[in-house]
């Protein structure tokens, strides 16, 4: 028997979460079972913690968490064995299947990956696909050319997960970081994780009839899409990219293609759910190198299973600053 939060559908189709006590044949399918040690709270879990399910939860009874961090408990792949440290982000864990708030986990090897040198399941679960998702946009922009002394990065939303992290790797890279925010009172903390300049979300978020503006951005990570994306394109200099991995404000885009034809932008769409798995190698023993350890430990906040049905409707109202790292079994 092992704890996890369960969701569980009334008969008015509500879904509520509850903490069980749950047995080990209830685990879904796999040849890897993980002793779950630390979780963490995204986006995608908030919707999953939502009464309806925010339309990913297909199956009742549901475990939601789309990361976890643990240890090989049991395994027939012979890329694992007991007592290794592993963590697993995405592959739709969490939403189609069971995932990690919980104890125990079961999972095909093929989807884990080996937990790199340097970082312990803590530090994985406050990276998690967040932090995940700002390596894999950061790594594209530089595979795109972007290199230090080209000019400031911007970063849109960056006071949220992935903003927090690219913006704590790209000043750690020697980036001139720019960092969006609408909440003026995380200017301190943006400017903590590297941060060099901040810029007020009003300041991209009104529509502009000119295809094209000054150039300014010699990169961006983006994590909002919709208006202010199409405005950013706009202002990007010649040649330079966009790494795409968000739509907090909006999945629309009113742009043009001339920034694309006039200035040879390029729209980089970063996707962390399916990533082939050397990619996913790449990119955390990059963050293991890359992310500096006393600008994550700053981004966390502990939690526990309990915690997690509050944080889930706060992350869907934009109200979660870095990284929440769950500790399953507090």
Same mark, same amino acid.
């Given at each position: 028997?092992?704890?996890?939060?369960?969701?569980?559908?009334?008969?008015?189709?509500?879904?509520?979460?509850?903490?069980?006590?749950?047995?080990?044949?209830?685990?879904?399918?796999?040849?890897?079972?993980?002793?779950?040690?630390?979780?963490?709270?995204?986006?995608?879990?908030?919707?999953?913690?939502?009464?309806?399910?925010?339309?990913?939860?297909?199956?009742?009874?549901?475990?939601? /968490?789309?990361?976890?961090?643990?240890? %090989?408990? $049991?395994? #027939? *792949?012979?890329?694992? @064995? &007991? !007592?290794?440290?592993? +963590? =697993?982000?995405?592959?739709?864990?969490?939403?189609?299947?069971?995932?990690?708030?919980?104890?125990?986990?079961?999972?095909?090897?093929?989807?884990?990956?080996?937990?790199?040198?340097?970082?312990?399941?803590?530090?994985?679960?406050?990276?998690?696909?967040? /932090?995940?998702?700002?390596?894999?946009? %950061?790594? $594209?922009? #530089? *595979?795109?050319?972007? @290199? &230090? !002394?080209?000019?400031? +990065? =911007?970063?849109?939303?960056?006071?949220?997960?992935?903003?927090?992290?690219?913006?704590?790797?790209?000043?750690?890279?020697?980036?001139?970081?720019?960092?969006?925010?609408?909440?003026?009172?995380?200017?301190?903390?943006?400017?903590?994780?590297?941060?060099?300049?901040?810029?007020?979300?009003?300041?991209?978020?009104?529509?502009?009839?000119?295809?094209?503006?000054?150039?300014?951005?010699?990169?961006?990570?983006?994590?909002?899409?919709?208006?202010?994306?199409?405005?950013?394109?706009?202002?990007?200099?010649?040649?330079?990219?966009?790494?795409?991995?968000?739509?907090?404000?909006?999945?629309?885009?009113?742009?043009?293609?001339?920034?694309?034809?006039?200035?040879?932008?390029?729209?980089?769409?970063?996707?962390?759910?399916?990533?082939?798995?050397?990619?996913?190698?790449?990119?955390?023993?990059?963050?293991?190198?890359?992310?500096?350890?006393?600008?994550?430990?700053?981004?966390?906040?502990?939690?526990?299973?309990?915690?997690?049905?509050?944080?889930?409707?706060?992350?869907?109202?934009?109200?979660?600053?870095?990284?929440?790292?769950?500790?399953?079994?507090?």
């Amino acid at each position: 028997m092992f704890k996890a939060l369960v969701m569980e559908q009334g008969e008015d189709g509500l879904a509520a979460a509850e903490i069980k006590e749950i047995e080990a044949a209830a685990l879904p399918e796999g040849n890897v079972t993980v002793a779950v040690e630390y979780s963490t709270v995204n986006y995608k879990d908030g919707l999953c913690l939502s009464a309806k399910g925010g339309g990913l939860v297909r199956n009742y009874p549901h475990v939601p /968490g789309i990361d976890y961090a643990g240890t %090989v408990e $049991a395994s #027939e *792949d012979a890329r694992y @064995k &007991p !007592g290794d440290k592993v +963590v =697993l982000t995405g592959w739709r864990v969490g939403e189609a299947t069971w995932g990690g708030y919980a104890q125990k986990a079961r999972i095909s090897a093929d989807k884990l990956v080996p937990l790199p040198k340097g970082l312990d399941t803590r530090q994985a679960m406050a990276v998690g696909t967040a /932090g995940f998702t700002a390596m894999l946009a %950061v790594m $594209a922009l #530089e *595979d795109h050319g972007l @290199k &230090p !002394g080209n000019g400031p +990065v =911007l970063v849109t939303g960056a006071a949220g997960g992935v903003g927090s992290v690219a913006t704590a790797i790209l000043a750690h890279l020697g980036y001139e970081v720019a960092a969006v925010t609408g909440r003026p009172d995380q200017a301190e903390y943006l400017k903590s994780l590297g941060a060099t300049t901040i810029v007020a979300r009003e300041e991209l978020n009104e529509t502009t009839k000119r295809p094209l503006e000054a150039e300014t951005w010699a990169g961006c990570v983006d994590a909002v899409g919709g208006e202010m994306l199409a405005r950013v394109l706009g202002q990007m200099k010649y040649g330079a990219s966009v790494s795409a991995v968000g739509l907090a404000g909006g999945a629309g885009l009113p742009a043009t293609v001339i920034p694309f034809l006039l200035r040879g932008v390029n729209l980089l769409g970063i996707d962390s759910v399916m990533q082939p798995t050397e990619n996913r190698l790449r990119a955390w023993e990059r963050i293991a190198t890359d992310l500096p350890m006393d600008k994550l430990e700053a981004m966390i906040r502990p939690a526990k299973l309990s915690d997690l049905p509050a944080l889930g409707a706060d992350i869907l109202k934009g109200q979660v600053k870095g990284r929440v790292v769950v500790d399953v079994n507090a």
